[in-house]
């Protein structure tokens, strides 16, 4: 069975650019969720869906973020513009709805580097 | 709001041997599961192992286990026999059991690097 995947693995933009990030589930899986670690500092939740619809996003740091879920299978992040400070590892993780729905598994994450 | 502290940034074993990673969080909630993630460098994060909180004994994983004291609200990671293929960073985290809304997702620490000396 295939794991969670990320793309792309890295990016490297300058400020005011925009890039969108997109992430492939665990088939079957209908949470999904979206993380971000700014270096040093601890890994942040940023929204969750459930299948295509926005569960929670209260940790999107602001409208520059802009995520999507289309038909419930993969999603997409945007950031527009982008900001020196958005710079870090964004971890996309999906689990089961019902079952053994406690367990999220990861994807590699998407390293983005904003100059 | 709960927190997830991991007080040890960096630690380190050598072969064969065994470590214990820290880890300390502070919630309200009675409900709840606990979990040690480890990511290998360059490497997808995966799960170590998980804990609920209304089991009073502790997770193992093989060379892997917890020492869960729910009254102290600590929640550390031992590490028998230590291997090479351990060499990560080892984070802890907290989701609330009421499933739901901003309760589905994941609290982390700031981690742990673990070198594991051959």
């Known amino acids: 069975e295939a794991g969670v995947t990320q793309f792309p693995s890295h990016s490297v933009i300058e400020k005011g650019q925009t890039v969108t990030l997109r992430c492939d589930p665990i088939?079957?899986?209908?949470?999904l969720y979206w993380y971000r670690r700014v270096m040093g500092k601890e890994i942040k939740f940023l929204l969750h869906?459930?299948?295509?619809?926005?569960?929670?996003e209260s940790g999107m740091p602001n409208n520059r973020f802009l995520a999507e879920r289309t038909g419930g299978t993969y999603s997409t992040l945007k950031v527009q513009p982008a900001e020196l400070e958005d710079s870090g590892v964004y971890f996309c993780?999906?689990?089961?709805?019902?079952?053994?729905?406690?367990?999220?598994?990861f994807g590699p994450g998407t390293r983005l580097l904003v100059l | 709001a709960q927190t997830v502290t991991q007080s040890q940034p960096e630690m380190s074993v050598q072969e064969a041997e065994t470590v214990t990673l820290s880890c300390t969080y502070d919630t309200s909630e009675s409900d709840y599961y606990l979990f040690w993630y480890k990511q290998p460098p360059s490497r997808q994060m995966i799960l170590v192992i998980r804990q609920e909180a209304y089991k009073q004994q502790n997770a193992t994983e093989n060379r892997f286990s917890v020492n869960f004291q729910k009254a102290a609200k600590s929640f550390s990671l031992k590490i028998s026999d230590s291997q090479l293929g351990d060499a990560a960073m080892y984070f802890c985290?907290?989701?609330?059991?009421?499933?739901?809304?901003?309760?589905?997702?994941?609290?982390f620490g700031k981690g742990t690097k673990l070198s594991v000396k051959p």
């Open positions: 985290a907290y989701r609330s059991a009421n499933y739901g809304g901003s309760q589905g997702n994941l609290i």
């Open positions: 993780a999906s689990s089961l709805l019902g079952g053994d729905r406690e367990t999220q598994y």
């Open positions: 869906f459930v299948k295509e619809s926005k569960q929670d």
């Open positions: 088939s079957g899986h209908d949470n």
